[in-house]
């Protein structure tokens, strides 16, 4: 390819970002000018409304008699933060493609003053709003009208049309739903304009509702904390290290694109912007090495996608998950760590293998090979010094608050601050890391150790936004605060404090002025780049209101329970389906937003009925990795599209073979929904490092059998082997509970009795039959766990329940038997929040009983793998 289509291309690509992140509309003068400070302004209230400030002046304020609030309550910083979104919205994105972009149009500066006012409506006529709640007037009807529209179409706008249809379709559906057929499946009672308004635009139920919230609270101040990351040069710095380390592997290019993705990932709340900030960099390195247009392509695109699973930050849905959940954050991240972590294992592990196939090799490395040996050696120590820093930590600062309450928060600072000049006096001695160039070609790899050092001090801030999550348990938000002052801190001082310590005769107010520019720079970004996940949030909202208001989830429960046939496996498998092509087009936050509102309840509602209860967890992760394998697949993988442009391949056939290097990612859900061991829910430590260590060694057999390819080329009867190895380890209780039932049916006139017998703590499963909500007869099952209790009698009551004999007979699979109905629920009660309520009649019980351990199918896993691995060296060796 020629210089100058490269530079083509990448122009084309910095286009397609701008248009889908920050607005492709650059406008001069006071247009430019406002944008700029609006943005930026956005980001300052953003910070001000997330930390302890506003709290601290409130304080100061009341102290001092000064009647005036100052702190701003959640749905006026959700009403602002929607005002911010829909004016820079219609300043920064043109109506259409020959619209122009170097200026606005007069209608473009009304829509976008009008989209502001109404986006702030809670603000200015929130008292009125408050006491005509649930019944508005003409101007809150008008208002809630014009509104929707203008926010369709900035959303049209910004996002495209995908997200536009969805919710129109759910509007029409919410008023035109009323006048269907009452025994039509999806027809509903509320539909008048008064009550959708109310929903959609008064209430916190539709666009002012949890999605937006979220937006407001948590995922801004993520998105803010990326971008000033990027400025920062730690973008920069995570590639070059990947480079450095795995650059000289088999097909290294690609792992180094891999792992550089991953990191990225960390913070990045979009897989197109992740593609492009890593992939013109990796793609035309892999192509260096041999690997083809579309291959090289199909890694970037593979590797960018997974970032969006990858916690902390999941594209933003780990903020969304922890409200629609409802678990904390830290526990959150636990569950969703080990499907995406063995995910980028088995990537890095197909990039080998087709390496390994086409005789690939690495770029030759500038420091001389270290043994096997040296290399564990030094891994193990810098993993133990890790360990013994972190215990050394969390017992100082635990020591701290404890001896110094008051003056904590200085100690930390202090001590923080000396870790910081500790870090820039050793990345001094280092130069400093030349910046991306796409159009330069990587002859050798960059040295590990000076690689290494020449960002230490961008590790800091990631560090602290760690450790404010995970240990001291802050809020997302918070932590998030902490993690962008430190941020900001280190944009501004580290050029002077690297030329102080390097003996340097620059000025240093001249170098922190320039840190300043980039920090401003930085909260510009950071508000753009939120445009469209702020528009994309309320609009989902207004999915969400129609779904609340019309009960259409649980209709819908019962369309796919009807075409599923009640098979559990197909369910799931319709479900993936809807859910791709639901998420086609749409951001991630949007993404997950549609698809946990719409299918997160059809596999809660028909995997009751159907004997299938898992965590809520389980079901919200398994949507969404499929909404955002929506960004691979073909026709409207966009990320596919991206990577197409910079490695000049085919995009429909980057699209096809990232999704088949995607593949196993899309057994992942299957997998955790029927084996929740794999989002380490309920394991103690050990065993969660035996499931870490079995699911890296399954999804290596999985990967080898899906690429042909293990040690040497996979006759068709190995790949058969090895798919069965790899379902023993991930799915070992399918065989095992054939073998030693983990449970036993009773007839519930004996449950009492029984359940005196069982263990506390014990998983015990009911089948009841009862009315939903919706007044249709059902059959559902229902999980309880064992409480403690000196008798039959005590532990039901414990559990909430009274049963009662009626004395009548009823016939159950083909067997007479008493007929057991619960009498009474007590509120709030283990029975009632698992859905038992009265007048149901109890048709099957069943105990957990003694039975031998899953784990035991490993053993023959373990055999077949190395059987196969035993018999391709062999036969590798013999050519």
Same mark, same amino acid.
């Given at each position: 390819m $020629?210089?100058? $289509?490269?530079?083509?291309?990448?122009?084309?690509?910095?286009?397609?970002?701008?248009?889908?992140?920050?607005?492709?509309? &650059?406008?001069?003068?006071?247009?430019?000018?406002?944008?700029?400070?609006?943005?930026?302004?956005?980001?300052?209230?953003?910070?001000?409304?997330?930390?302890?400030a506003s709290f601290w002046l409130q304080e100061v304020l009341t102290q001092a008699n000064i009647n005036l609030n100052v702190v701003v309550d959640d749905t006026k910083a959700r009403s602002i933060h929607l005002a911010f979104a829909l004016f820079l919205a219609y300043l920064s994105f043109p109506a259409f493609a020959f619209s122009p972009k170097h200026r606005i149009p007069v209608q473009d500066w009304i829509f976008a003053i009008v989209g502001a006012f109404l986006g702030a409506y809670y603000l200015f006529f929130y008292e009125g709003l408050v006491t005509r709640f649930g019944a508005p007037n003409l101007q809150d009807i008008i208002a809630g009208c014009v509104g929707i529209l203008l926010l369709l179409e900035a959303t049209r706008r910004s996002l495209g049309l995908p997200l536009v249809i969805i919710a129109v379709i759910f509007l029409l559906y919410n008023y035109f739903g009323q006048f269907l057929p009452t025994d039509w499946i999806i027809s509903h009672r509320s539909g008048s304009l008064a009550q959708i308004i109310n929903q959609q635009w008064i209430t916190t139920e539709g666009?002012?509702?949890?999605?937006?919230?979220?937006?407001?609270k948590y995922v801004f101040l993520f998105v803010l904390f990326g971008a000033l990351l990027d400025k920062a040069g730690a973008g920069n710095y995570f590639i070059k290290t990947a480079f450095a380390y795995l650059g000289h592997l088999k097909g290294g290019p690609g792992k180094a694109a891999v792992v550089s993705s991953a990191l990225t990932g960390l913070v990045s709340g979009s897989s197109i912007a992740n593609v492009v900030t890593t992939g013109t960099f990796t793609i035309p390195m892999m192509k260096r090495v041999g690997l083809s247009a579309e291959k090289a392509g199909a890694i970037e695109v593979a590797s960018s996608v997974n970032g969006q699973i990858m916690p902390p930050v999941m594209g933003a849905a780990a903020f969304l998950m922890i409200e629609y959940v409802n678990m904390p954050y830290s526990q959150l991240?636990?569950?969703?760590?080990?499907p995406a972590f063995i995910s980028y294992i088995a990537l890095v592990y197909i990039v080998h293998l087709e390496a390994c196939k086409m005789g690939l090799k690495g770029l030759p490395r500038t420091d001389p090979a270290n043994p096997i040996l040296v290399t564990l050696m030094r891994a193990l120590v810098t993993f133990l010094a890790i360990c013994v820093l972190y215990f050394a930590l969390d017992l100082g600062l635990g020591w701290i608050k404890n001896v110094a309450p008051d003056y904590s928060f200085v100690i930390v600072l202090t001590l923080l601050s000396a870790v910081y000049l500790l870090l820039i006096r050793r990345v001094a001695h280092f130069p400093d890391l030349e910046p991306d160039d796409p159009e330069k070609e990587m002859v050798t790899l960059p040295s590990v150790k000076p690689t290494v050092n020449a960002g230490l001090h961008y590790l800091l801030p990631v560090v602290v936004l760690m450790w404010c999550l995970m240990i001291e348990r802050m809020s997302p938000g918070l932590s998030a605060f902490w993690g962008t002052m430190v941020l900001g801190t280190i944009l501004i001082t580290q050029r002077p404090l690297l030329s102080f310590f390097r003996g340097e005769t620059a000025s240093k107010f001249t170098l922190a002025k320039q840190g300043l520019q980039e920090l401003i720079d930085g909260?510009?970004?950071?508000?753009?780049?939120?445009?469209?996940?702020?528009?994309? &949030?309320?609009?989902?909202?207004?999915?969400?209101?129609?779904?609340?208001? &019309?009960?259409?989830?649980?209709?819908?429960?019962?369309?796919?329970?009807?075409?599923?046939?009640?098979n559990i496996l197909l369910m799931l498998i319709l479900v993936a389906i809807f859910s791709l092509i639901l998420g086609m087009g749409l951001p991630t936050t949007a993404n997950y937003i549609?698809?946990?509102?719409?299918?997160?309840?059809?596999?809660?509602?028909?995997?009751?009925q159907n004997g299938l209860i898992v965590p809520l967890i389980a079901v919200h992760l398994f949507v969404f990795y499929f909404g955002i394998m929506a960004d691979v697949t073909p026709p409207v993988g966009?990320?596919?599209?991206?990577?197409?442009?910079? $490695?000049?391949?085919?995009?429909?056939?980057?699209?096809?073979?990232?999704?088949?290097?995607?593949?196993?990612?899309?057994?992942?859900?299957f997998l955790f929904i029927f084996n929740t061991d794999l989002l380490l829910i309920d394991v103690s430590w050990a065993k969660g490092i035996f499931v870490l260590l079995t699911a890296i060694i399954g999804i290596f057999a999985f990967t080898a059998a899906t690429m042909g390819w293990f040690f040497t080329k996979n006759k068709w009867w190995e790949s058969a082997v090895?798919?069965?190895?790899?379902f023993l380890l991930f799915r070992p209780g399918f065989v095992m509970d054939r073998i030693s039932p983990t449970a036993y049916s009773i007839e519930p006139i004996h449950f009492a009795q029984e359940i005196a017998k069982t263990p506390v703590g014990q998983k015990l499963m009911l089948k009841v039959a009862g009315i939903n909500p919706y007044g249709k007869a059902v059959e559902f099952y229902s999980q309880l766990e064992v409480p403690e209790g000196d008798s039959g009698e005590a532990r039901l009551n414990a559990l909430g329940l009274t049963l009662l004999d009626t004395g009548e007979k009823i016939e159950v699979n083909g067997t007479e038997t008493a007929k057991i109905i619960i009498d009474n629920v007590t509120i709030d009660s283990p029975a009632a929040k698992a859905g038992l309520n009265w007048d149901q009649t109890l048709l099957d019980v069943s105990l957990p009983k003694v039975s031998l351990p899953k784990e035991l199918m490993f053993i023959p896993a373990l055999l077949m793998i190395v059987g196969i691995a035993w018999n391709q060296r062999r036969r590798r060796e013999s050519v």
């Amino acid at each position: 390819m $020629s210089a100058q $289509s490269k530079n083509i291309d990448y122009d084309d690509l910095q286009d397609m970002v701008a248009s889908n992140d920050a607005g492709g509309r &650059t406008p001069k003068g006071f247009a430019k000018k406002l944008i700029v400070v609006t943005a930026i302004l956005w980001s300052v209230f953003q910070l001000y409304y997330t930390s302890p400030a506003s709290f601290w002046l409130q304080e100061v304020l009341t102290q001092a008699n000064i009647n005036l609030n100052v702190v701003v309550d959640d749905t006026k910083a959700r009403s602002i933060h929607l005002a911010f979104a829909l004016f820079l919205a219609y300043l920064s994105f043109p109506a259409f493609a020959f619209s122009p972009k170097h200026r606005i149009p007069v209608q473009d500066w009304i829509f976008a003053i009008v989209g502001a006012f109404l986006g702030a409506y809670y603000l200015f006529f929130y008292e009125g709003l408050v006491t005509r709640f649930g019944a508005p007037n003409l101007q809150d009807i008008i208002a809630g009208c014009v509104g929707i529209l203008l926010l369709l179409e900035a959303t049209r706008r910004s996002l495209g049309l995908p997200l536009v249809i969805i919710a129109v379709i759910f509007l029409l559906y919410n008023y035109f739903g009323q006048f269907l057929p009452t025994d039509w499946i999806i027809s509903h009672r509320s539909g008048s304009l008064a009550q959708i308004i109310n929903q959609q635009w008064i209430t916190t139920e539709g666009v002012f509702g949890v999605a937006l919230g979220v937006s407001t609270k948590y995922v801004f101040l993520f998105v803010l904390f990326g971008a000033l990351l990027d400025k920062a040069g730690a973008g920069n710095y995570f590639i070059k290290t990947a480079f450095a380390y795995l650059g000289h592997l088999k097909g290294g290019p690609g792992k180094a694109a891999v792992v550089s993705s991953a990191l990225t990932g960390l913070v990045s709340g979009s897989s197109i912007a992740n593609v492009v900030t890593t992939g013109t960099f990796t793609i035309p390195m892999m192509k260096r090495v041999g690997l083809s247009a579309e291959k090289a392509g199909a890694i970037e695109v593979a590797s960018s996608v997974n970032g969006q699973i990858m916690p902390p930050v999941m594209g933003a849905a780990a903020f969304l998950m922890i409200e629609y959940v409802n678990m904390p954050y830290s526990q959150l991240i636990t569950h969703a760590f080990l499907p995406a972590f063995i995910s980028y294992i088995a990537l890095v592990y197909i990039v080998h293998l087709e390496a390994c196939k086409m005789g690939l090799k690495g770029l030759p490395r500038t420091d001389p090979a270290n043994p096997i040996l040296v290399t564990l050696m030094r891994a193990l120590v810098t993993f133990l010094a890790i360990c013994v820093l972190y215990f050394a930590l969390d017992l100082g600062l635990g020591w701290i608050k404890n001896v110094a309450p008051d003056y904590s928060f200085v100690i930390v600072l202090t001590l923080l601050s000396a870790v910081y000049l500790l870090l820039i006096r050793r990345v001094a001695h280092f130069p400093d890391l030349e910046p991306d160039d796409p159009e330069k070609e990587m002859v050798t790899l960059p040295s590990v150790k000076p690689t290494v050092n020449a960002g230490l001090h961008y590790l800091l801030p990631v560090v602290v936004l760690m450790w404010c999550l995970m240990i001291e348990r802050m809020s997302p938000g918070l932590s998030a605060f902490w993690g962008t002052m430190v941020l900001g801190t280190i944009l501004i001082t580290q050029r002077p404090l690297l030329s102080f310590f390097r003996g340097e005769t620059a000025s240093k107010f001249t170098l922190a002025k320039q840190g300043l520019q980039e920090l401003i720079d930085g909260l510009e970004t950071g508000a753009r780049n939120m445009i469209g996940i702020g528009i994309a &949030t309320a609009t989902a909202g207004i999915i969400v209101g129609s779904v609340s208001l &019309t009960g259409f989830g649980v209709q819908l429960a019962s369309i796919i329970e009807m075409l599923s046939m009640g098979n559990i496996l197909l369910m799931l498998i319709l479900v993936a389906i809807f859910s791709l092509i639901l998420g086609m087009g749409l951001p991630t936050t949007a993404n997950y937003i549609v698809v946990s509102s719409l299918m997160a309840l059809v596999i809660i509602e028909v995997g009751k009925q159907n004997g299938l209860i898992v965590p809520l967890i389980a079901v919200h992760l398994f949507v969404f990795y499929f909404g955002i394998m929506a960004d691979v697949t073909p026709p409207v993988g966009l990320a596919s599209f991206a990577a197409a442009a910079i $490695s000049g391949g085919s995009p429909i056939r980057t699209g096809v073979e990232a999704f088949y290097y995607s593949l196993r990612t899309a057994i992942l859900p299957f997998l955790f929904i029927f084996n929740t061991d794999l989002l380490l829910i309920d394991v103690s430590w050990a065993k969660g490092i035996f499931v870490l260590l079995t699911a890296i060694i399954g999804i290596f057999a999985f990967t080898a059998a899906t690429m042909g390819w293990f040690f040497t080329k996979n006759k068709w009867w190995e790949s058969a082997v090895l798919v069965l190895a790899a379902f023993l380890l991930f799915r070992p209780g399918f065989v095992m509970d054939r073998i030693s039932p983990t449970a036993y049916s009773i007839e519930p006139i004996h449950f009492a009795q029984e359940i005196a017998k069982t263990p506390v703590g014990q998983k015990l499963m009911l089948k009841v039959a009862g009315i939903n909500p919706y007044g249709k007869a059902v059959e559902f099952y229902s999980q309880l766990e064992v409480p403690e209790g000196d008798s039959g009698e005590a532990r039901l009551n414990a559990l909430g329940l009274t049963l009662l004999d009626t004395g009548e007979k009823i016939e159950v699979n083909g067997t007479e038997t008493a007929k057991i109905i619960i009498d009474n629920v007590t509120i709030d009660s283990p029975a009632a929040k698992a859905g038992l309520n009265w007048d149901q009649t109890l048709l099957d019980v069943s105990l957990p009983k003694v039975s031998l351990p899953k784990e035991l199918m490993f053993i023959p896993a373990l055999l077949m793998i190395v059987g196969i691995a035993w018999n391709q060296r062999r036969r590798r060796e013999s050519v």
